[in-house]
């Protein structure tokens, strides 16, 4: 929005060319979302407190967890607002990613919005059906898919790109749709997995949007991509405004969240984060440096599947409780030091994945 008023005051004066640059606006946007979260953030978590909108603990949970019961949840909200007012404010409004990108966040946080909303005050403890949010999800997933499959402008925007090995593309054509959907919804829902301890899937996503920030960046100019060996993604690089709103607002709302959190994001916000991710991830064709940078996400995901399936299977359960920072509590970590080291896995993993850059 504000790309367009710079493009008419350069008529009047030449100095506000620089609203042009991207790299700015990707300043300005990290920035404009970290202050909307700091000025919101009180605001929304008294009005949840004042609506008794509280977290429901389980009871076969850690029992350190009680005392968080009736601490104020789907605060999810404050970083889709962050994320809406900033992109629409710092990024080209006639970019197609940016439109889809903004889709399928908002989608899923609706798709949470109604699940939180089922559980707190409608009183279903199970909020929507295992059934219908994985329907809802499926649905926008699709949807996504198939626009960026249909509005692909050059053969590389629908190819798997393997890293560290510059040679290695492999053209996917319909195939491509299957891939993207599985990679929007199962991110959405590793990053809700994850989300169970103060701050443990916020500060991640943070990270990981910061390490596709940079490969956007580099995969929407041609020098530097041809350079690198990664494919031009032609407009990709307008996502790194986006990618930076998400890290301000993440940033803004971690500081609610951490330890003691004040405030839970809920799936309205755990949702929406993970299909964003999921959806920057096949914009710039890295999935697999997705799944690298957030191996985090990845191993709570397994941990559930490996629990359930030994459990199923022999009767017997692999882990104390699954997701597995429960795991890591029961066995009388702080709930401060899994988090903490949580967040260095995930430091080394963000660096792993950048290091497929020139390691090709």
Known sequence: MLLYL???LITLDGTFRVFQYLTLRAILGALTALAISFIVGPIMIRQLTQYKIGQN???CGPEGHLVKAGTPTMGGALILVAITLSTLLWADLGNRYIWSLLFVTLSFGLIGFIDDYKKLKLGNSDGLSASMKYFGQSVVGFVAAAFLFYSAQVPAETALIVPFFKTVIIPLGEFYILLAYF???????AVNLTDGLDGLAILPAVMVA???AIFAYLSGHANFANYLAIPYIPESGETVVFATALMGAGLGFLWFNTYPAMVFMGDVGALALGAALGMLAVIVRQEIVLMIMGG????ETLSVIIQVVSFKLTGRRVFKMAPIHH???LKGWPEPRVIVRFWIITVILVLIGLATLKLR
């Open 57 to 59: 603990i389980r009871d």
């Open 183 to 189: 990679v929007i919804v199962g991110t959405s829902n």
């Open 327 to 329: 795991h890591f509590e």
């Open 296 to 299: 985090v996400f990845v191993m």
């Open 210 to 212: 910061g390490g596709l």
């Open 6 to 8: 710079a493009d008419y």
